[in-house]
């Protein structure tokens, strides 16, 4: 049974800060503008050698002008549903205020541990005012500091008491991650919530609701997946509040992070150069990708329209032609099973291992049949092919004049290895060293 702790309260009381001290990385993003966390969104931490699961909510609160208000409440409350322990989180500075008190309501009917901690007590005269607290009636009041770390020790060390195993230091080692990215508003969260079939993330019409990268586990076709929602990426032009910057930061690093990126595409908007940027960056790092053009309902058709859309889209990201492109909507849920079934391929395609004999008893033959062009008067031989261990598939050509070996020819033996081995979906690395 996994240890997993849900830190709650309403906004703008430190929630945040407080996550990232206990995951020790920047993961949340942090502003003093309230309600910049809106989904729930989760870490790992260790204290005192017991591992556990961190989840970071947004600020919780009733009869707000925010839209996202009652979503919000959602999210926090399956938090509330999945935590073994809660850290309701409440502000030394602004005392107990009306919404602590109708939280703690909501709380008290959770019979979960309940620890308060009573944030921004970064000095011993403001930690004073936590004995407010003990107004809530539910148990210890911790003086805390999110921003400084003070009184933090204490609190973990009643915290990890409640914990009935020493839990996983990472639960989540070898699993496969897949990204869902593109622009803002192109259907992202709504294909993670279809799939998931719950409301993982939050959904509006409202570009740019995403703000942090949400990891949710899936299992399909017995296999387990980590599927990483991500805020849209817009032109850096565009990027004018801070919080957006670092959104699209944290989209570039779950990029970074996974194995394979399902791209979404607009279909009433077509492909824009801030996808072909997209593309161009995963095939740098190696990763799996596959099209999905999103809102296919939304297009008037005929017999040609996706045969045209396919040839627009291709000719915009060439030479890269390997990425499979699925027609699809999130609303209908038209195809969506499809984009994950040819992700899960896509995924065996990059972590493929061709057996050195087969490698070169399909592929020697083809160099035979068509060599590599003589370059200054001498012939250039390939002997021997094997493949080399890497983050996506790396095949090294031995051979004597490795310096001569053309680009045009390079992608002439590439086009001969998808043809042979099937990497649908997956960049390739030929390497040519001498023998």
């Given amino acids: 049974m996994?240890?997993?702790?849900?830190?709650?309260?309403?906004?703008?009381?430190?929630?945040?800060?407080?996550?990232?001290?206990?995951?020790?990385?920047?993961?949340?993003?942090?502003?003093?503008?309230?309600?910049?966390?809106?989904?729930?969104?989760?870490?790992?931490?260790?204290?005192?050698g017991k591992f556990f699961t961190v989840i970071d909510t947004g600020g919780y609160v009733t009869g707000s002008e925010d839209k996202f208000e009652s979503q919000i409440r959602i999210q926090v409350k399956m938090a509330i549903d999945e935590a073994s322990a809660i850290i309701f989180m409440v502000d030394c500075r602004d005392g107990l205020t009306g919404f602590d008190k109708e939280f703690a309501n909501v709380l008290r009917t959770s019979k979960k541990p309940i620890f308060v901690a009573a944030n921004k007590a970064d000095t011993p005269d403001k930690a004073i005012y936590a004995a407010e607290f003990y107004e809530l009636s539910l148990g210890e009041v911790f003086p805390i500091s999110s921003e400084n770390g003070g009184g933090t020790g204490e609190l973990l060390d009643e915290l990890v008491k409640t914990f009935p195993t020493e839990g996983v230091e990472d639960p989540n080692a070898g699993i496969p991650?897949?990204?869902?990215?593109?622009?803002?508003?192109?259907?992202?969260?709504?294909?993670?919530?279809?799939?998931?079939?719950?409301?993982?993330?939050?959904?509006?019409?409202?570009?740019?609701?995403?703000?942090?990268?949400?990891?949710s586990h899936y299992k399909m076709y017995g296999k387990d997946f980590i599927l990483i929602d991500t805020a849209g990426v817009r032109k850096k032009g565009k990027v004018k509040e801070d919080i957006e910057f670092y959104s699209v930061l944290r989209s570039l690093r779950?990029?970074?992070?996974?194995?394979?990126?399902?791209?979404?595409?607009?279909?009433?908007?077509?492909?824009?150069?801030q996808d072909v940027n997209l593309i161009s960056l995963a095939e740098r790092q190696g990763k799996g990708?596959?099209?999905?053009?999103?809102?296919?309902?939304?297009?008037?058709?005929?017999?040609?329209?996706?045969?045209?859309?396919?040839?627009?889209?291709?000719?915009?990201?060439?030479?890269?032609?390997?990425?499979?492109?699925?027609?699809?909507?999130?609303?209908?849920?038209q195809r969506i099973f499809q984009v994950v079934e040819k992700t899960v391929q896509v995924f065996e395609n990059k972590?493929?291992?061709?057996?050195?004999?087969?490698?070169?008893?399909?592929?020697?033959p083809e160099i035979e049949r068509n060599p590599p062009p003589s370059m200054k008067g001498k012939h250039i031989q390939?002997?021997?092919?094997?493949?080399?261990?890497?983050?996506?598939?790396?095949?090294?050509?031995?051979?004597?004049?490795?310096?001569?070996?053309?680009?045009?020819y390079e992608r002439f033996l590439e086009n001969k290895m998808r043809e042979h081995f099937d990497f649908e979906g997956v960049p390739l690395r030929l390497i040519f060293r001498k023998k």
Avoid at 13 to 30: D, Q, Y
């Fill in 2 to 48: 996994a240890n997993i702790v849900a830190i709650v309260g309403r906004p703008n009381v430190g929630k945040s800060t407080f996550f990232n001290r206990l995951v020790e990385k920047r993961e949340a993003i942090m502003d003093n503008m309230p309600g910049v966390t809106r989904d729930r969104h989760y870490g790992y931490a260790e204290w005192c």
């Fill in 177 to 215: 991650k897949i990204t869902i990215v593109g622009r803002p508003n192109v259907g992202k969260s709504s294909l993670l919530n279809a799939l998931l079939g719950t409301e993982r993330s939050i959904v509006t019409d409202e570009a740019g609701t995403t703000r942090d990268a949400i990891h």
């Fill in 254 to 273: 779950a990029l970074e992070e996974s194995d394979v990126c399902i791209i979404v595409i607009d279909a009433e908007r077509g492909m824009e150069s």
């Fill in 289 to 333: 990708m596959v099209i999905m053009v999103n809102k296919w309902d939304l297009v008037e058709k005929d017999s040609k329209t996706s045969e045209k859309f396919k040839k627009d889209i291709l000719e915009s990201i060439a030479p890269i032609d390997y990425i499979p492109i699925i027609f699809a909507s999130v609303l209908t849920k």
């Fill in 351 to 364: 972590t493929k291992k061709i057996p050195t004999s087969k490698l070169n008893g399909l592929m020697l």
């Fill in 382 to 408: 390939i002997k021997y092919i094997t493949q080399v261990a890497a983050r996506f598939p790396s095949f090294v050509f031995f051979c004597n004049l490795p310096q001569y070996i053309q680009r045009s």
